[in-house]
């Protein structure tokens, strides 16, 4: 697609989770090059373009003022200004701002250009140990009973394995919700504080996790990856029709 602009340029810019170490050479070079930096959190990315000697107008771009702002900033970038749009941590749009501006961009002729990094999910799909030939991204689980339950039912009968964020002010009871409802024996890892320096990674049935995090503290961030017995299953059947055929 043209790029339909006056020498003006959208960038979507991966940054670390935690490790500043994480962010690439490319994000860098795009950071130090822009006129301006959309930023979920003016303070947070300000701390991370100071650590690499950055230094760039900021302006709050985040998810209570994206649609009030957005046809502005594409108007900017449209007389030729370069702008890089950045959640707190992490690839923008993956829970974070970052879609309705790339939507509405292409909409307009502005062609995004992504700059790839660091995302909670991808390294959550490493870490887990969990089946992921197949798998999905349910962003964060519900707060309220109701929605909440509805959504582990989901993942039981999802036939895949499946990750999502949580909250630390609900991770006391979490384990128990999963052995409950999406079924004592679907494997469950518990991911906390990705690329940090108390980063900890909890594996084992959802049953085990409930009676080994009884009563426990829990502080952090968190990425949880559930395979419910139903995905393993249905993975074992199609794993004898895929040896039957090598037959």
């Given at each position: 697609?043209?790029?339909?602009?006056?020498?003006?340029?959208?960038?979507?810019?991966?940054?670390?989770?935690g490790?500043?170490?994480?962010?690439?050479?490319?994000?860098l070079?795009?950071?130090k090059?822009?006129?301006?930096v959309?930023?979920?959190?003016?303070?947070?990315?300000?701390?991370?373009?100071?650590?690499?000697?950055?230094?760039?107008?900021?302006?709050?771009?985040?998810?209570?003022?994206?649609?009030?702002?957005?046809?502005g900033?594409?108007d900017?970038i449209?007389?030729?200004l370069?702008?890089?749009?950045?959640?707190?941590?992490?690839?923008?749009?993956?829970?974070?701002?970052?879609?309705?501006?790339?939507?509405?961009?292409?909409?307009?002729?502005?062609?995004?250009?992504?700059?790839?990094?660091?995302?909670?999910?991808?390294?959550a799909?490493?870490?887990?140990g969990?089946?992921?030939?197949?798998?999905?991204?349910?962003?964060?689980?519900?707060?309220?009973?109701?929605?909440?339950?509805?959504?582990?039912?989901?993942?039981r009968?999802?036939?895949?394995?499946?990750f999502?964020?949580?909250?630390?002010?609900?991770?006391?009871?979490?384990?128990?919700?999963?052995?409950?409802?999406?079924?004592?024996?679907?494997?469950?890892?518990i991911?906390r504080?990705?690329?940090?320096?108390?980063?900890?990674?909890?594996?084992?049935t959802?049953?085990?996790?409930?009676?080994?995090?009884?009563g426990?503290?829990?502080?952090?961030e968190?990425?949880?990856?559930?395979?419910?017995a139903?995905?393993a299953?249905?993975g074992?059947?199609?794993?004898?029709?895929?040896?039957?055929?090598?037959?």
């Amino acid at each position: 697609m043209e790029n339909m602009t006056d020498g003006g340029k959208l960038y979507l810019v991966s940054t670390p989770i935690g490790n500043l170490k994480d962010i690439t050479l490319r994000a860098l070079e795009v950071l130090k090059s822009v006129d301006l930096v959309a930023a979920e959190d003016t303070r947070h990315t300000r701390e991370l373009l100071t650590h690499f000697d950055i230094h760039v107008p900021l302006e709050s771009f985040h998810a209570f003022n994206e649609h009030r702002k957005t046809e502005g900033l594409l108007d900017r970038i449209a007389s030729g200004l370069k702008v890089a749009a950045v959640s707190d941590a992490g690839t923008p749009s993956v829970a974070d701002p970052g879609f309705y501006l790339a939507r509405a961009a292409i909409g307009r002729g502005i062609e995004p250009e992504v700059i790839p990094g660091v995302s909670a999910v991808t390294f959550a799909v490493t870490a887990s140990g969990l089946p992921v030939d197949k798998f999905s991204f349910w962003a964060f689980a519900p707060v309220k009973s109701g929605r909440r339950r509805a959504f582990f039912e989901a993942i039981r009968n999802s036939g895949q394995t499946v990750f999502f964020f949580e909250s630390p002010y609900r991770m006391a009871k979490l384990p128990g919700e999963l052995a409950e409802i999406v079924g004592a024996d679907a494997q469950v890892a518990i991911l906390r504080e990705a690329t940090k320096l108390h980063e900890e990674a909890l594996r084992g049935t959802a049953a085990e996790l409930a009676a080994r995090c009884a009563g426990r503290t829990w502080k952090g961030e968190f990425v949880i990856g559930i395979h419910p017995a139903s995905a393993a299953a249905a993975g074992e059947v199609e794993g004898d029709g895929a040896e039957e055929e090598r037959r």
